[in-house]
């Protein structure tokens, strides 16, 4: 094996996850090397520009709605340069009664105050959101662009090398070094520590040390629409986020009177085409009528300006993967965000680096990571053997066969 050039630590991908990633290393003092299939940082899923945040409110999933706290609190405070706060609203399931006492209830124990949290009923949401229904007023929620956030996070950057342009497909060890190698078997580079951020490709980089994590794609498309001012619509369109079935963010009025409303997305399990599909826009066209009630509503008022498609990455349980590797010392993992980008790239950074440098679990505590949470995002837990044995560190594997955990999935 000829030398190549050695790091201390290398992200692979440069998307959102490898991007804070490998800007909090960064921040803390450490060199790091970013490598990328692409020429510049976040091509695929985080050329996203409308991702928004709010912690999760549903019922179920307490470790999720734990998370989501801890995660969004993470975010806000790592992107308050970018972080559009808008508020959104989050309306109460069709069929279900509201009821603001249970609803109170159900926020305090997540412990969510009304500066993060609050019951609205129809007429209060009206008079604040625009939106005659019921529900739960997240005013602290917010729009991120993902492309724009991950572009500044790898600016004037002494110690951080880029090498773009160059896809890993192999990596191996030898004398408790990584090497990794690219298309053609050329050896790029060597690491003690590489934190593999690469979405859906984690899985085939996992598959050349023989270890199978269960990731799946999710298609995505959002599409951008335009309302004519005097369109029946335009009356009802929200003037602050929304997120239920689907999401949407606030609708603007541009300069002729006009409106631009963005709706979203379709969820497309297990699929991967780019391009964009009419039957997507479509699907977002009823998704609009559904989350502003106004089904009789007339689609074709929706008229498309342009459509975003992106792929996801998402794992058996529907939870990040995010942690150490603990059967492939000097591997971290940073994968399967799904539709929580914002929320788990601002968690991973933290994690990850708490994890690569072997420090700061006092302040993981502080920030609420009790050792349950750090094994629910292990990637470990795939692994047989892993939940009977959990970790402050992550669940210790007995092998690396995958398996599934039969908790109730997160969305
Ligand atoms: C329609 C849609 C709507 C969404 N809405 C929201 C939302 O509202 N809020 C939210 O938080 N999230 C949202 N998301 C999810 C969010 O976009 C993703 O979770 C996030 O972008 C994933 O980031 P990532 O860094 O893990 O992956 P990516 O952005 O896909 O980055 C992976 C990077 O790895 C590189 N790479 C891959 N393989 C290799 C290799 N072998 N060698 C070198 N480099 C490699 C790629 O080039 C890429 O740059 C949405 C997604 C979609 C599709």
């Known amino acids: ?81 970018g972080w559009h706060q808008h508020g959104i609203f989050q309306p109460t399931k069709k069929g279900k009664a509201f009821d603001r006492d249970e609803l109170l209830g159900h926020l305090q124990a997540l412990g969510l105050n009304d500066e993060i949290a609050k019951p609205l009923d129809a007429m209060e949401a009206k008079a604040l959101c625009g939106i005659e229904q019921s529900g739960v007023w997240l005013p602290r929620g917010a729009t991120l662009s993902l492309a ?3 572009k500044e996070l790898l600016q004037g950057h002494e ?17 408790g ?8 078997g050329n050896l790029v580079v060597s690491a003690d520590k590489v ?36 369109d029946p619509w ?7 986020g929304m997120s239920g079935d689907g999401y949407c963010l606030p609708a ?34 009823e998704q609009a009528q559904g989350l502003i009630n106004y089904g009789e509503g007339c689609t074709a008022s929706l008229k498309l300006k342009n459509s975003f498609v992106g792929v996801r ?53 502080r920030l609420g990571f009790a050792a349950d949470l750090v094994a629910a995002l292990a990637p470990a837990r795939f692994f047989a053997g892993a939940l009977a044995a959990p970790s402050a560190l992550g669940a210790l594997a007995s092998n690396s066969k995958p398996i599934f955990p039969s908790g109730p999935s997160a969305k």
């Open 252 to 285: 603007q009025e541009l300069a002729d009177g006009s409106y631009q409303w963005i709706v979203g997305s379709s969820f497309d399990e297990g699929e991967d085409d780019l391009r964009a599909s009419d039957s997507s826009d479509n699907f977002n066209r």
């Open 195 to 230: 934190i593999i951020a690469a979405a859906m490709e984690s899985k085939a980089l996992m598959v050349s040390i023989n270890i199978r994590l269960p990731l799946k794609p999710v298609r995505g498309q959002l599409s951008i629409f335009s309302i004519a001012k005097n």
């Open 313 to 365: 990455c998402v794992a058996g349980d529907r939870l990040p993967i995010i942690g150490a590797l603990t059967q492939r010392p000097g591997i971290f993992l940073a994968t399967a965000l799904g539709s929580r980008g914002v929320l788990w790239s601002a968690l991973a950074a933290k994690l990850i680096s708490a994890q690569v440098l072997e420090d700061d679990f006092a302040l993981l505590t």
């Open 1 to 81: 094996m000829s030398t190549p050039q050695h790091h201390a630590i290398v992200v692979i991908g440069a998307g959102i996850a490898g991007a804070t990633i490998a800007n909090e290393l960064l921040q803390r003092g450490q060199s790091v090397c970013i490598i990328d299939a692409a020429s510049s940082p976040a091509s695929a899923c985080s050329s996203h520009a409308y991702a928004i945040a709010h912690p999760h409110i549903g019922k179920g999933s307490p470790r999720l709605l734990r998370l989501t706290k801890i995660a969004f609190l993470l975010a806000e405070e790592r992107w308050s340069k």
């Open 234 to 240: 335009a009356a009802r369109l929200p003037r602050v």
């Open 159 to 175: 110690r951080l090398m880029e090498v773009w342009s160059t896809r890993i497909t192999r990596l191996e060890s030898c004398d």
């Open 177 to 184: 070094r990584w090497f990794m190698f690219d298309t053609a």
């Open 148 to 150: 724009k956030a991950a």
